[in-house]
């Protein structure tokens, strides 16, 4: 099974080794980089978190990025402390130490912090919040087109743990993803409640069928950036793209399939469940999307 591939695979860099992570407003080595073990997001996996990249010199759709961060924290009635402004010149101090220019990618999270005792009440987190920016140098590296495979594990109701959240707590993807891998898949493509093709552990799920762009409604899956800025990119360039519901059917049948996120913009997927999508490798609509995102982050 050595042959699994993550969709967040990245070129080894060296530099990595010595990066400086931000903990709550002190720049310090990765080897010193801590947080308690009474922290909520160690102990409950209580906090949200955002992922986003440096381009040439800019945060790719940071404002986005920023308002998706304060609304989710808003969600679970997390104060985060900080006003926008200051978390995005947290982000550019830790930038600016570390030397980055180009092709960084920044894990931005917030805990509801320090707990008195170790228990899940929320009044127990009594010193916080506890944010953290890990920012590495990041190529994504992705050898091949990602294999998938449908799993148990479905995108719940909003009003269980909403799949709009990039809560800490990530262990549904994390099941569906280990599923996926015991099937001999690198990860898993999961349904919404009613069937429907939705998004997969990690990224959002597109669909190409005679030159239409398909994906899901936007129902179940992660509001996610990426996969807005492609939809937009569709209606700007005469692609025609459909928000809807569709099928395993649907998606085996289909000339080709693709992965969004912030991270490996626009993956290929060459397998569903043992079907080969089209060719199987990267299809002429994804190569044009990849092509008109590409210059829409000045990458
Ligand atoms: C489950 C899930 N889907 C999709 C995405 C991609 O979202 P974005 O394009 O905003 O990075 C993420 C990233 O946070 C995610 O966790």
New binding site residues.
């Given amino acids: 099974m050595n042959d699994h591939i993550s969709t967040h695979e990245a070129e080894e860099d060296a530099r990595n080794a010595d990066i400086l992570i931000w903990v709550d407003g002190t720049l310090k080595h990765r080897n010193e980089a801590v947080v308690s073990v009474y922290d909520s997001g160690f102990m409950l996996g209580d906090g949200v ?3 986003l990249r440096l381009y040439n010199g800019r945060w790719t759709f940071q404002d986005e ?1 920023i308002a ?1 961060l304060f609304e989710a924290a808003k969600a679970i009635d997390l104060d985060i402390a900080m006003t926008p402004d200051q978390v995005i010149a947290a982000i550019e101090e830790t930038r600016a130490a570390n030397g980055f220019t180009t092709d960084a990618h920044a894990r931005l999270m917030v805990t509801r912090g320090v707990k008195r005792l170790p228990f899940q009440h929320p009044r127990l987190s009594t010193r916080g919040p506890t944010m953290v920016i890990i920012m590495e140098h990041s190529k994504p590296k992705i050898p091949r087109p990602v294999n998938l495979a449908t799993v148990p594990h479905l995108r719940g109701l909003p009003m269980t743990q909403d ?1 709009k959240l ?1 809560s800490h707590s ?1 262990l549904n ?1 994390i099941l569906a993803c280990i599923a996926a891998e015991k099937a001999g898949a690198d990860e898993a493509l999961m349904l919404d409640v009613h069937g429907f093709v939705n ?6 799920f597109f669909i190409v069928r005679k030159g239409t762009v398909w994906t899901s409604t936007g129902d179940y ?7 807005q800025k492609v939809i937009d990119l569709c209606h700007a360039n005469d692609i025609p793209c459909l928000e809807c519901n569709f099928s395993l059917v649907d998606t085996y049948g289909a000339d080709e399939a693709f992965l ?4 490996g913009a626009q993956t290929p997927v060459g397998m569903v469940d043992g079907r080969v999508i089209g060719t199987g490798q990267l299809g002429p609509v994804t190569e044009r999307l990849r092509a008109l995102y590409k210059d829409l982050v000045g990458a």
Avoid at 260 to 263: E, I, Q, R, S, V
Wanted: hydrophobic share 20%; glycine share 12%.
């Fill in positions: 978190w955002e992922g990025h998706r799949p990039n990530k993807c998004t997969t552990n990690a990224c959002n899956c992660m509001n996610g950036i990426t996969r969004t996120g912030t991270f």
